[in-house]
């Protein structure tokens, strides 16, 4: 089976729907399903098997991402799908209906994954407009592009209910995107810390993920002054890049926490992302909008406990409470749950202990089997379709 995969945006743009389709587009071929990428184009990548790249220009207010042009997608998709069996859409954009519209010329199946919550994170990227109007938008223009599908992958049952409300009526299918797990379990902490001058015995909590403000990352350093109460010595790692950068670091200025705050910018996600894991104590996160939230089994898998706000799509990795503290969204109550693990680690070695036994439930290998099971159930009852069609003409 050969599966083409459209998308707005992927890698060298680092975040978790190009980590969602890389992470696929590897262990798919072990079920049986060879992908193909259209995807744009940032500046010179090389040429890759099975990569197609449309060139586009920088997004305004977002320049790290691109924006491809309609008829250049629409041609590369058109070509690219001549002898593919199915379309797999992952963005709302270009990608969007250029897929949906060569997938119904061609008579292929087609199914996206709503990988983004963009009814929350809108308002972020238009502040000039009314948000309840760009809420309401979000909201028709999810449910329009859902229901013009064969299928729908969301990554989370808060997802699934979300959808349901907006009038979505297309087959979900609840398939979060799994995690390679050799990957994270063999990173050299003690020689990060080393690399980074911290030393090894300072207790360290970890942020990785995009610096944006929809990541809510100013509600841990709210919560920062509440744990130094109870771990004085403590630095909270922030490990990423983004547009939020330059107002998370004036806040922390701001609360006097330039000494225990680490801007450390992007990491590499094979070298020394792993290594980072391994160097921390605790993992912390506090998105309110997250559809998944794969940094979290990240760190489980690296042995890493994690202390997590469960709300929306973390709520299906948070909610059975293994390896993971879940405080109340509320910083003083966060940052005093924090401070106290810090203090004592060795009282809570069982979440330590359990992290990486919860995280192995969500492979990369086991998920893409249920993928490609998807796949082929669809193409399955695309021929049921078909002989029923054919027999009443």
Known sequence: MRVLMVSDVYFPRINGVSTSIETFR?????????????????ADEPEAPGIVRV??????????????????????????AADCDLIHIQTPFIAHYAGL??????????????????????????????????????????????????????PSTAMRERLTAYGVTTPMNVLPTGIPLDRFANGDGAAF??????PGDRPVALFVGRIAH????????DALPHALDFCPDMLLVIAGEGPASDDLKRQAARLGLDGSVRFIGYLDRVGALPSCYAAADVFVFASRTETQGLVLLEAMA???????????????????????????????????????????????????????????EWSDSALAGRLAGLYRHLLSAGERAFQRLAADT
């Open 101 to 154: 519209k060569i997938a119904r010329r061609r008579g292929l199946p087609v199914i996206a994954t709503y990988h983004t919550l963009f009814e929350e994170y809108i308002e972020h990227y238009a502040p000039f407009l009314p948000a309840g109007w760009l809420k309401g938008f979000a909201r028709r223009l999810s449910r329009r592009q859902c229901n013009a599908l064969d299928a729908l992958v969301v």
């Open 193 to 198: 810390r080393a690399g980074h001058g911290i």
């Open 302 to 360: 690296a042995g890493v406990p994690v202390v997590a706000l469960a709300e929306m799509g973390t709520v299906d990795i948070l909610g059975p409470g293994r390896g993971c503290f879940t405080p109340p969204p509320e910083p003083q109550a966060f940052g005093e749950v924090l401070g106290h693990y810090l203090r004592n680690p060795a009282a809570w070695r069982h979440l330590k202990e359990a992290a990486p036994r919860y995280a192995a």
């Open 26 to 42: 590897q262990t798919l071929a072990a079920h049986g399903v060879e992908v193909r990428l259209v995807v744009p184009r940032y």
């Open 214 to 221: 929809e990541k809510n990352i100013g509600f841990l350093l």
């Open 55 to 80: 060139p586009g220009r920088p997004v305004p207010r977002d320049p790290e991402d691109r924006l491809v042009g309609w008829s250049a997608m629409l041609r590369a998709v058109d070509e690219a």
